[in-house]
């Protein structure tokens, strides 16, 4: 039985008119594979118009999950942005219909070219995960978004489309990944197709290649494609993509890369009817009728149709299309009848090996007979003697159960294991492709609906009310007995003196006691060793504190370290941390990273320690910044309109603030007057547009689009080594751009007056040395820095040369 609802998401209830399409795709037999890059490179509009004007089965393959972007919603980089970045995907395939897969392919970041991006990715193991998922979804037409040439403007962009060519035929050829053969068959699509474009002043598309107007209005929906794609779109926020709905005629033009071109239609030569299943003729006129006979003011009356069907579906041969059309056949009868079921836990986490209290809860919106003959949780099966569901009364079921010992712990399942960059380790092929995890707990529920067997799935989940938002659904999580969070995730030792560690642990189950302990590395100790604990209740929390000291302290050179915490219960150690991420627009999402931290000893010195700091999108300098010791100040409007601006040593601007806060046209005179008078103003990335105020500095400069040194590796040249910046307080080397991550830079600066110094020059493999990472101006009496060097990513990361560079940019000798 296929379920109608998705992970914490309350069970979608579809309308009459929804129905009636929903009828209307169980006459269809046609896919489509759109493939990209990244979250936001889909057409959403595009895939709206598959899915729910022709429906057909549409789906994304984004190879990646966005982990390289920015984040405009909060301070998560990474694997975190990543994680928000694929909640998003899955809220906007809910709105336009399409389904969500994903490769094991990590986002590294901007990549200028293919070859760039195939040094850093596993293209094999990248290819047989396309592979997988184009055998596994089997569709007639692929369709990529971008050309395999320098048109597609990133080299992810660019890798996507010369891998949706190279799986094109691949997933045909049973030689190629044979170890797949065990769970899936070869399938070849009939054309690959290249969605051309007119974006980023770049138009692709021509009057003589293929096209579809999919700006259509649905009347069953009350919305056209262009509405649905704004809705749709606007839901990645954390990449500040909303967009306004657009309405009347939108053509969407194609070009073909393999396979025959279409003519008449993108179906050309693909029998999308019940006609191309063997002995599907008759089960199509079945579902005409049913359709004719449809009844908007009573769906139950359909019932006995749909019933029919899923007994002539069920006599077919096994096959992809009795797989697919059951499950729609299935979710119908469910809807028509009014069926509507859920599974709760009475707690919003458990541990392996712990009892937990559910309840599922099940009501009949129809005359249709439907008893339940039973309903299985894990390995609890609770007989109901096929109690029938009366019209209209809600009936609750409460089961307890201990959840298997051997349930794995709440983690992505893409982040369970260590992984290289720009690669995730997934050793279960059948978790290829899965937008998230499978729900570990869910309720088996057996229905005997009019005669026939049913069962209906349905996750384990924690519901509540909030005063506020009302009715909240959020996964079950599976967690340890006990997590360790650090209060830190870098510390920086500059000198050889001792800092705390405070560790807070939290119990997850009842009766938890035991030990916990640092585990360093050489060169550092701990005091105490170890400690005890005890927290007698779920939830209860207690903080201990250790003293780390270095032992060894070089003070010339850096040195980069990790340490993780240990805590032992019954005989079990766990190395777990808590993190949760919350956002009104996504699911909780909730994952058990290590507990551990960077250690970084660095040789250091800075002559100031007030600093003021504009905070930007997702910024995190400032929390770094405070590692090293300096107080750092938010300031809001009161500060920098009416405050004493001249107490700051410095003021630093977070990144993209230009780009988001509007309050900086009216903050920028007082910025200036701050520099004139003496003060060091550090301003760090933009993006070109848009721009509150086009003015940054105190004389004029651009901001590149396209000018950015993407590897984090590349050779800085010293273009003013005599320059006080790099020399006070700390003497700069080359050693400082070592261990850098991602990127050097982005979005460099151009057209700058002569009244600035450049400090650096850089470039990537076969490039052009590019001069504008970091501007340098006195101007009055202070010093005027606009960077676009990536600090906003080394300094979380305890980049040793990254503190010591920006401590530079921000200490102007007095």
């Not at 058990?592 to 250091?604: H, T």
């Not at 601006?645 to 780009?659: F, H, M, P, S």
Request: aromatic content about 10%.
């Amino acid at each position: 039985m296929a379920q109608l609802s998705v992970w914490a998401q309350p069970t979608p209830v579809w309308d009459a008119a929804a129905i009636k399409l929903q009828l209307r795709k169980l006459d269809t037999l046609g896919s489509v594979l759109y493939m990209a890059a990244h979250p936001d490179d889909e057409n959403t509009r595009l895939l709206g118009y598959l899915a729910k004007e022709k429906l057909y089965r549409t789906g994304y393959l984004s190879l990646t999950r966005g982990d390289g972007g920015q984040n405009l919603v909060g301070n998560e980089q990474g694997e975190l942005l990543g994680l928000i970045r694929t909640q998003e995907l899955l809220a906007a395939r809910r709105i336009d219909g399409a389904e969500q897969f994903f490769t094991r392919a990590q986002d590294f970041g901007f990549s200028k070219n293919p070859q760039e991006t195939f040094t850093i990715w596993d293209r094999d193991k990248i290819l047989g995960d396309a592979v997988w998922v184009i055998r596994k979804f089997r569709p007639d037409v692929i369709i990529c978004r971008f050309p395999a040439d320098s048109r597609a403007g990133h080299g992810h962009h660019t890798a996507s489309a010369i891998l949706a060519a190279e799986a094109f035929t691949a997933a045909a050829d049973p030689k190629r990944y044979p170890e797949q053969l065990k769970y899936v068959q070869p399938w070849q699509a009939k054309r690959l197709l290249w969605n051309t474009f007119n974006f980023g002043g770049n138009n692709t598309t021509a009057p003589d290649q293929y096209k579809i107007d999919v700006g259509t209005f649905n009347v069953l929906l009350g919305r056209s494609y262009g509405e649905i794609a704004a809705e749709s779109r606007s839901q990645h926020k954390s990449q500040g993509f909303g967009v306004a709905p657009s309405r009347g005629s939108s053509m969407e033009y194609f070009t073909t890369i393999k396979g025959d071109a279409p003519q008449h239609g993108l179906m050309d030569g693909i029998n999308t009817t019940w006609d191309r299943v063997p002995g599907g003729k008759a089960i199509g006129d079945m579902v005409n009728r049913a359709i004719a006979d449809y009844r908007v003011d009573d769906p139950s009356a359909t019932v006995p149709a749909l019933l029919a069907i899923h007994k002539a579906i069920s006599a077919l041969p096994d096959g992809y299309w009795k797989t697919q059309k059951l499950k729609e056949v299935e979710d119908l009868v469910l809807a028509c009848a009014g069926l509507w079921m859920e599974a709760y836990s009475a707690t919003p986490s458990t541990v392996p090996g712990e009892p937990l209290l559910t309840s599922i809860q099940l009501i009949n919106n129809s005359h249709i007979p439907v008893h339940v003959q039973s309903i299985q949780v894990q390995d609890k099966d609770t007989s109901l003697n096929n109690m029938q569901l009366e019209y209209n009364r809600l009936v609750t079921v409460q089961q307890m159960l201990t959840v298997p010992a051997n349930t794995a712990v709440s983690q992505p399942y893409w982040l369970a294991a260590p992984h290289p960059l720009g690669m995730y380790v997934i050793p279960d092929q059948q978790l290829v492709g899965h937008p998230e995890n499978i729900p570990p707990l869910q309720a088996a529920i057996h229905l005997d609906i009019n005669g026939q067997s049913f069962t209906v799935q349905r996750p384990l989940q924690y519901k509540h009310t909030d005063p506020v938002k009302g009715e909240v659904y959020e996964p079950l999580v599976i967690a340890p007995p006990i997590v360790a969070n650090l209060a830190n995730q870098v510390f920086i030792f500059t000198e050889p003196q001792a800092q705390p560690v405070t560790v807070k642990l939290k119990a997850m189950a009842d009766n938890t006691s035991g030990t916990v302990q640092l585990r360093i590395p050489p060169g550092f100790k701990a005091s105490p060793e170890q400690q005890s604990f005890t927290l007698n209740r779920k939830g209860d929390e207690t903080t201990v504190l250790f003293n780390l000291v270095p032992t060894q302290l070089n003070p010339t050179i850096s040195r980069v370290d990790t340490f993780t915490v240990a805590a032992a219960v019954n005989g079990h150690v766990y190395k777990q941390a808590l993190q949760t991420i919350h956002y009104d627009h996504i699911p909780p999402i909730t994952l058990f990273p290590q507990a551990a931290a960077r250690l970084v000893s660095l040789p250091l010195k800075h002559n100031g320690n007030r600093l003021g700091y504009i905070a930007g999108a997702g910024d995190m300098v400032a929390a770094s910044l405070r590692q090293v010791g300096y107080n750092v100040n938010a300031l809001d409007e009161k500060d920098i309109m009416g405050g004493q601006l001249q107490q700051y040593d410095a003021i630093i601007v977070g990144v993209r603030a230009y780009n988001t806060n509007e309050r900086l046209k009216y903050w920028q005179p007082r910025l200036m007057d701050y520099v004139k008078n003496g003060g060091t103003l550090v301003v760090q990335y933009n993006t070109s547009a848009p721009l509150v105020t086009s003015q940054l500095g105190p004389y004029p400069f651009s901001l590149s689009r396209s000018a950015r040194v993407t590897d984090e590796n590349a050779k800085v040249t010293w273009l003013l080594p005599n320059d006080e910046v790099m020399h006070y307080p700390n003497e700069i080397t080359q050693r400082d751009f070592d261990g850098w991550v991602q990127e050097r830079g982005l979005y460099f600066t151009t057209d700058a007056a002569p009244e600035y110094r450049k400090l650096f020059a850089m470039h990537d493999k076969g490039e052009q040395p590019l001069d504008g990472s970091t501007l340098v101006a006195n101007y009055g009496k202070g010093r005027y820095v606009y960077t676009s060097l990536a600090f906003f990513r080394e300094l979380p990361a305890g980049v040793p040369g990254a503190y010591r560079l920006f401590v530079n940019l921000i200490s102007a000798k007095k």
